[in-house]
């Protein structure tokens, strides 16, 4: 009789153990999920952000494009000279000369 009970224990002991040990690789696997994504949803910003930067590298001024730079400058002069309202507009530009 002892013995049996001792099997009952052990089994329920066992099971317990066992369900634990699931419970346990369960949650590992949620918490490597949820860092999987996160590191995919960081991956997507910095492609989107060195996409952004290649896309604005354009337009940099380097020594081989400086000449057609400021032809261009030259060709198409813009007046930064000008005074805004509080709503934005635009209420005095000098005359360019």
Do not use: W
Request: charged share 45%; glycine share 2%.
């Amino acid at each position: 009789m002892c013995h049996l009970i001792h099997q009952i224990f052990l089994s329920g002991r066992e099971e317990r153990l066992r369900k634990e040990e699931e419970e346990q690789k369960r949650r590992k696997l949620e918490i490597a999920e949820k860092q999987a994504r996160k590191m995919e949803a960081f991956l997507e910003e910095k492609e989107k952000e060195v996409l952004q930067l290649q896309e604005e590298a354009k337009n940099f001024i380097t020594p081989e494009n400086l000449e057609a730079r400021i032809e261009e400058c030259l060709d198409n002069p813009r007046n930064y000279n000008f005074a805004i309202d509080k709503d934005g507009r635009i209420v005095k530009r000098t005359v360019l000369s």
